[in-house]
Structures are given as structure tokens and as C-alpha cells.
């Protein structure tokens, strides 16, 4: 059985498959969602047997409206209160203590639970639709670069969702920060689009944290050809190297790079936030076009930088 494509004035019609225990997948600021109703451990489960997930790594639950908020947490202290009335709807994603009503499958058997509220009318329209909490993951498979368009979602499940509601190319790129607001200052388990800075964090915040958040064990974001980070300094004499060797060379550099002979141009950006933008399409272009090695230039360890760079790092390592 293959998707239903839908697009976002029929997110009545989307609403209901995830009502009915269905998997429709939705597009959000970040990466499009791989959504389930996330008070039903049945639709849940659906969920990681389609994404190929490993059950001990938890879903992020999505609500339409911050006042929904005790229907997923036990308890909402008062830093969690101010982070989402600062940054919701929007890619932050806040680790809270779990309301009872919410299964085990969707916390990976923790005792706390991820949620958010998309910036995305597409998405909360949807959530409102269903009246359901709506646990999503990133819709790729296990593994896989995030999907930022519908045709991502199409080449990775077309056959294990219900419904893709496509609502175009998502603004962000990257996956939401996730912060665990259970204590009295955030804590960063996944850098995202939401700086530590506009967290408040003004050295940067503790260190070695990452350690916290499940997903962050996994394998992730790799594409089928290899990727190699360099900086602006080196990245003539890498392409250079790898065209030596006889590789196909794909490249994503800044705009005031010029492109090294025989080179393939897979994207150019402008900023780091452009790169965050285009990043898992260049991945997924790159595999398309067939080459051997990607060359992505290196940018700043600052803003939305960090997550860049940590997305990068992931998929050079796969
Ligand atoms: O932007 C996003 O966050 C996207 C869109 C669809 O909202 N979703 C997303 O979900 O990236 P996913 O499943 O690919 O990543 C969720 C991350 C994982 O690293 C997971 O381990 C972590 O959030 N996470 C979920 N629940 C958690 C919890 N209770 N404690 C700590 N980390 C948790
Ligand atoms: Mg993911």
C-alpha cells in the first residue's frame, strides 16, 4: 500500500486517519513529522516499526497549544513555563516529567517526555484536527538525513504511512533543540535552531550533557556516499585529494567560494542558517547524483552553527 498525498486544506481528512489510530506524516518549521496519536501506544508502535527505531529512543509530542501542555506533563515548573512562553510556538522541545496517561512506547519506557509546539500553521492545524497529542519523529528511516520535503517522506516510507500532508520545504532545516526544564536552568540534550544564547546560556552552559538524550547514541543523518567537513582554508586541496583518488566530488560551500575544477556543485549557502536549510536535501541530492565523496565547508560553532556542525560531524561518521 502506498501514501496518501494531501495537501494542507485537507488537514480535516489527515486529522482523522491519526484520530483512527493511523501514521500520517506532516511538515513543521524543522523537518517533516512522522505523526501518531501519542496517547495510543498501538499508533505509536506503529511508528517504530515503520521508522525501523529502536524502542528505547523516545518520540517528541506535539501540541498545537502551550495550554495543552498537562495533558502530556505530570508537573510544568517554572522555568519550563517561561521557556515555552518565550519560544512556542517555535523548534524548541522541552523535556518534562510524564503524565501518567502517556504510554511507555512513546517515552521509550522513560519517566519523562519531550514535547512542542510546531511553528508551522500546517502542523497545528492538523494536531487541532485529530485533538490529539501528536508523537512524531523526524519521518525518515532510522538513520536516514531528515526529510525536509514531502518526496523526502515518499522515497524513505511512502509504504508505511498513511497520509504525507505536503505542505512544501520546511524553513528551518534542522531538528528542534531539545532541553530537558526540569531544574532551575535549561539543559541541552540536542542543539538546534534555538541557541544556547537565546536560552540564556551565556557560556554556552554546561558541558557533556549531550550524553542525556537517547537519539543522540544512534547512528544518524547519513547519506550513501561519503561526507567529508573542511574548512574554508583546506577545502581546495580536499576536493583536489579526493579527485586524485579518482572519486566523483560533490561540493556545499559558501557562495564566496569559487568551485574547484571538476567538482560537482550540490548547493552553496549564504550563512550557516541557509545552511541549516538545505543541508539534508544537499545529502540527499548528493546520493541522486551519484557521487562518491560530499565536501561540505565547515561554518562558525556559533547560533544555529553549533547544530549545523553537530549534524555534520553525525553524518561524516556514518
Ligand atoms: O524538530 C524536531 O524535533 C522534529 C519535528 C518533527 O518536530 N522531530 C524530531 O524527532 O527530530 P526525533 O524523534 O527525530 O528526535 C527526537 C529527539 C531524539 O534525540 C530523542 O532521543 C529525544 O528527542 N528525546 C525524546 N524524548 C526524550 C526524553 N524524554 N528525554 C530525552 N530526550 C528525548
Ligand atoms: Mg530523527
Known amino acids: 500500500m502506498s501514501a496518501q498525498i494531501l495537501l494542507p486544506d485537507a488537514v480535516d481528512r489527515a486529522g482523522a486517519v491519526l484520530a483512527g489510530g493511523g501514521l500520517v506524516a506532516f511538515p513543521t518549521e524543522t523537518v517533516y513529522g512522522l505523526g501518531a496519536d501519542a496517547l495510543s501506544g ?4 506503529r511508528i517504530f516499526r515503520a521508522k525501523g527505531r529502536p524502542a528505547d529512543n523516545p518520540l517528541i509530542v506535539h501540541l498545537a497549544d502551550a495550554g495543552d501542555l498537562g495533558r502530556v506533563a505530570g508537573a510544568v515548573p517554572s522555568l519550563a513555563r517561561r521557556l515555552a512562553a518565550e519560544h512556542w510556538p517555535g523548534p524548541l522541545t522541552l523535556v518534562l516529567e510524564a ?43 532510522s538513520g536516514r538525513p531528515s526529510p525536509t ?11 508505511a504511512v498513511d497520509v504525507v500532508v505536503d505542505g512544501g ?42 550524553e542525556a538524550s537517547p537519539g543522540t547514541r544512534y547512528r544518524h543523518y547519513a547519506p550513501t556516499c561519503d561526507v567529508v567537513v573542511a574548512d ?24 564566496r567560494r569559487p568551485v574547484p575544477d571538476g567538482a560537482e556543485s550540490v548547493a552553496r549557502f549564504g550563512d550557516a542558517a541557509e545552511l541549516a536549510s538545505l543541508l539534508y536535501r544537499a545529502l540527499r541530492d548528493a546520493e541522486d547524483a551519484g557521487v562518491d565523496v560530499l ?19 553525525r553524518a561524516a561518521a556514518g
Open 99 to 141: 503524565h501518567p496517561d502517556v504510554p511507555s512506547v512513546t517515552t521509550g519506557g522513560l519517566r519523562t517526555v519531550a514535547v512542542r509546539v510546531p511553528d508551522h500553521p500546517v502542523a497545528r492545524a492538523l494536531i487541532t484536527a485529530a485533538g490529539v497529542p501528536v508523537a512524531a519523529p523526524s519521518a525518515n528511516r
Open 295 to 313: 565536501v561540505v565547508e565547515a561554518v562558525d560553532e556559533t547560533d544555529v552553527g553549533r547544530a549545523v556542525m553537530d549534524r555534520l560531524r
Open 149 to 159: 520535503t514531502a518526496a523526502h517522506v515518499l522515497a524513505d516510507l511512502g509504504d
Open 42 to 45: 498501538d499508533a505509536v508502535g
Open 169 to 210: 520545504a520546511c524553513r528551518v532545516g534542522v531538528e528542534s533543540t531539545v532541553v530537558d526544564a526540569r531544574g532551575g536552568t535549561p539543559v541541552v540534550l540536542r542543539e538546534g535552531s534555538v541557541t544556547r544564547e537565546m536560552l540564556g546560556l551565556r557560556d554556552g552552559g554546561p558541558a557533556g550533557e549531550l
Open 232 to 255: 574554508a582554508t583546506a577545502l581546495h586541496d580536499v576536493v583536489t585529494r579526493h579527485l586524485r583518488a579518482g572519486a566523483r566530488v560533490g561540493l556545499v560551500a559558501s557562495t
